[in-house]
């Protein structure tokens, strides 16, 4: 199995940028298919973007699409989220999450088997 730890977190502006970081380590991080999950209190979790094991598609919910950018460098077994233009709706806490399905490419939190603990995001006004 896969262990995630979510960092880069904080308190920004709006119109403001931050960088989010999920570092893997276990099972061969280039064998995962990943993905960003964001939950605000008392809203269920939702979808931010994912990406293939190989990098090579990407899809995005369309609240961030324009704004957030996902990549991954399986060398440094770490994926990351790109966050600008941040708006207060973007407050929530941000999941990364694993699947050892490679090929896939999901907004859908049953398809990942592995999850951070969570890394907040407050965006004030």
């Known amino acids: 199995q896969v262990q995630l730890v979510e960092s880069g977190g904080g308190l920004v502006q709006v119109g403001g940028s931050l960088r989010l970081s999920c570092a893997a380590s276990?099972?061969?991080?280039?064998?995962?298919?990943m993905a960003w999950f964001r939950q605000a209190p008392g809203k269920e979790r939702e979808f931010v973007s994912a990406?293939?094991?190989?990098?090579?598609?990407?899809i995005y919910a369309d609240s961030v699409k324009g704004r957030f950018t996902v990549s991954r460098d399986n060398a440094k077994n770490t994926l990351y989220l790109q966050m600008n233009s941040l708006k207060p709706e973007d407050t929530s806490v941000y999941y990364c999450?694993?699947?050892?399905?490679?090929?896939?490419?999901?907004?859908?939190?049953?398809?990942?088997?592995?999850w951070g603990q969570g890394t907040q995001v407050t965006v004030s006004s």
């Open positions: 990406i293939r094991a190989n990098g090579g598609s990407t």
């Open positions: 999450a694993a699947t050892s399905l490679a090929w896939i490419i999901s907004r859908s939190a049953t398809d990942f088997d592995y």
């Open positions: 276990g099972r061969t991080f280039s064998r995962y298919a």
